[in-house]
């Protein structure tokens, strides 16, 4: 994730940590909202690997069992080691659950030399990004990105595109390295060659409320990595808040790339894009941002390294 300081360029990762010890709670003791859900995720899916490296794998969930494993990953990440506020349900549970999980595919990384705890089977998952695909949206309850940013017409714009968002990206805090960042990356492009998708759409996110705060990285954003008008989506109006807070040329651009976080910055390194205005999350502690990304638009370099549609492995 680097530079896209004259051009704009963008690229993505992930920063985040690790999965929570104990049982499943909510299952096993309230027929709870979050316990229906699970249900709704269906055991069908044989492991397919869509990468290694080393002990690592990268495979969609293929069980319930893997999919609650992901939210325990994802409740340590984002309600004990960030700053977002667990309702009573996701506390009882210790596990990050909402409306859109049955929806999706979830994208593991498991460590298959990470030794098992006893409560649990299989290999560790250390790492999760979430999948949903334009059809299963559209049968949903549309895009988790459109209750923020008013994706609508940048869709309709492109009827013969198909969309897929990527969210809820999270890796144990000992795997946050290149090698694990590159498995998902692997993962996420053999997921989209394999099923045709056109474009990458998501939000992602800065740590802390205060848009003034955060004036450095919002106004780099706006002024070096804005959407061309076909791709540009705003912020609903009601939530809209502003990233043009410094004019271009009082910019440290240096100063403005070491202040983005480093998902947002490997987005914009493989050539994303973000869209007009951000949006204040106060339940997750955060400044979200639209990142939009055409397949076409990748850069050629990445597409060779992350090697087509073939699955990378390596020693």
């Given at each position: 994730m680097i530079s896209r300081a004259l051009q704009p360029s963008p690229l993505r990762l992930f920063d985040r940590f690790w999965p929570m010890p104990g049982h499943d709670v909510v299952a096993g003791l309230l027929p709870t909202l979050a316990s229906r859900r699970d249900r709704a995720i269906h055991s069908l899916r044989p492991a397919e690997t869509l990468g290694r490296l080393g002990s690592l794998e990268v495979r969609l969930a293929c069980s319930a069992a893997e999919v609650r494993k992901a939210q325990r990953l994802r409740y340590r990440v984002?309600?004990?080691?960030?700053?977002?506020?667990?309702?009573?349900?996701?506390?009882?549970?210790?596990?990050?659950?909402?409306?859109?999980?049955?929806?999706?595919?979830?994208?593991?990384?498991?460590?298959?030399?990470?030794?098992?705890?006893?409560?649990?089977?299989?290999?560790?998952?250390?790492?999760?990004?979430?999948?949903?695909?334009?059809?299963?949206?559209?049968g949903h309850r549309g895009f988790y990105s459109a209750g923020e940013f008013d994706i609508g017409g940048m869709i309709?714009?492109?009827?013969?595109?198909?969309?897929?968002?990527?969210?809820?990206?999270?890796?144990?805090?000992?795997?946050?390295?290149?090698?694990?960042?590159e498995l998902l990356w692997q993962g996420i492009w053999s997921y989209v060659q394999q099923r045709g998708f056109d474009v990458m759409i998501?939000?992602?996110?800065?740590?802390?409320?205060?848009?003034?705060?955060?004036?450095?990285?919002?106004?780099?954003?706006?002024?070096?990595?804005?959407?061309?008008?076909?791709?540009?989506?705003?912020?609903?109006?009601?939530?809209?808040?502003?990233?043009?807070?410094?004019?271009?040329?009082?910019?440290?651009?240096?100063?403005?790339?070491?202040?983005?976080?480093?998902?947002?910055?490997?987005?914009?390194?493989?050539?994303?894009?973000?869209?007009?205005?951000?949006?204040?999350?106060?339940?997750?502690g955060t400044t979200d941002v639209l990142i939009v990304m055409p397949v076409?638009?990748?850069?050629?370099?990445?597409?060779?390294?992350?090697?087509?549609?073939t699955p990378r492995r390596a020693a």
């Open positions: 984002f309600y004990k080691e960030g700053s977002a506020s667990a309702d009573a349900v996701m506390r009882l549970a210790r596990r990050d659950v909402d409306e859109f999980d049955a929806a999706c595919d979830h994208l593991l990384v498991l460590d298959h030399a990470a030794p098992m705890k006893t409560y649990d089977q299989g290999p560790t998952v250390v790492g999760t990004y979430r999948l949903l695909r334009h059809e299963a949206a559209e309709a714009r492109h009827p013969a595109e198909r969309f897929l968002e990527l969210g809820r990206s999270c890796v144990l805090k000992p795997y946050r390295n290149k090698r694990t960042v998501g939000c992602a996110s800065l740590d802390g409320t205060d848009p003034d705060r955060l004036a450095l990285p919002l106004s780099f954003l706006h002024h070096y990595a804005r959407a061309p008008e076909a791709w540009r989506a705003p912020a609903h109006t009601h939530r809209h808040v502003d990233m043009n807070r410094m004019a271009k040329e009082a910019i440290d651009v240096k100063a403005a790339l070491q202040a983005l976080p480093p998902m947002i910055k490997g987005y914009l390194r493989l050539g994303a894009y973000v869209g007009e205005g951000a949006v204040v999350d106060r339940p997750f076409s638009d990748i850069k050629g370099r990445y597409i060779e390294h992350f090697g087509g549609a």
